[in-house]
């Protein structure tokens, strides 16, 4: 299925007429996996989603609450508090749409009152509200696959079969939200790498993207400095697994992935243009 080129929405635009394009990773928190505590600060946040924004970012997505394997979990109230003067200060500086990544619909509420145009539910809409918001205001929404919780995912993963069961899941999902009023092109589905998936899940995953790119959604994918990287490559520091993130990054714009999600913006998009020039 051709998907238009051209994505807008009341508060947001995703140009896809030159292919894939690069989200920006801006973790609020003290205990992201990668970067965290490094941008809890609402100035040096700003500053940060500005340098991506410069750096060629399409989305910038901000986060209030880790997602790592075992992380605790952080109030609304707390994630609003880290959040929403960032997004505020945000909006103000940037012209690229800001996405909202949580699950908790406070949350999402509080964000784009504040200037967020774009939900990232690692939870794929489990939260009826969070469906009810995402089509009352008309915002795209990222439907991600996860196998557990933050605190159990990693545990004892298991699947029958990864790719059919993560790809059966995010149909039915991506059904709840067009049910819910919103419009099958503003839902992307991500099979969420590194979420509930051993190093063999997530391989299979990434080998066949074009099973998810060819639902008739479009694709987000985030493996941007992941801990299987780190198990292939032996690195155990994340900003050391740079290089890895890029050979999955090339094989994601290959495979027809509308969005790829980074940490390290312009290195990534110069991997993304390269591999688009290729795949052309």
């Not at 009341?10 to 894939?20: E, H, N």
């Not at 990544?101 to 967020?116: I, R």
Request: glycine share 10%; charged share 25%.
């Amino acid at each position: 299925m051709a998907h238009e080129k051209i994505l807008e929405w009341p508060g947001g635009r995703l140009d896809f007429s030159a292919g894939c394009v690069v989200m920006g990773v801006l973790n609020v928190t003290p205990d992201s996996f990668s970067d965290g505590g490094e941008f809890l600060d609402r100035d040096r946040a700003i500053e940060r989603g500005v340098k991506m924004a410069s750096e060629g970012a399409a989305i910038i997505d901000v986060g209030g609450e880790s997602t790592r394997p075992g992380a605790e979990g952080v109030s609304a109230e707390e994630q609003i508090r880290r959040v929403v003067p960032v997004i505020g200060g945000l909006s103000k500086r940037i012209d690229v749409p800001i996405s909202i990544d949580t699950y908790d619909v406070e949350v999402a509420k509080a964000a784009l009152e504040a200037g967020a145009s774009m939900i990232n539910d690692i939870t794929a809409l489990s939260n009826e509200k969070m469906a009810e918001l995402a089509g009352e205001k008309q915002v795209p929404v990222v439907l991600m696959h996860m196998q557990g919780t933050s605190r159990t995912m990693q545990i004892e993963p298991k699947y029958d079969d990864v790719v059919a069961e993560v790809l059966q899941f995010l149909l039915d999902r991506a059904k709840r939200a067009d049910e819910s009023g919103i419009e099958r092109n503003k839902i992307f589905i991500d099979p969420g790498i590194g979420f509930g998936k051993t190093l063999r899940h997530n391989t299979l995953l990434l080998r066949h993207l074009d099973k998810f790119v060819s639902s008739g959604y479009r694709v987000l994918v985030g493996t941007s400095r992941k801990s299987f990287i780190g198990k292939i490559t032996g690195r155990e520091n994340p900003a050391e697994r740079i290089f890895g993130t890029a050979a999955t990054v090339a094989l994601c714009v290959a495979a027809g992935v509308s969005i790829v999600r980074v940490h390290d913006v312009a290195e990534m998009l110069d991997v993304v243009k390269v591999a688009r020039a290729i795949s052309e």
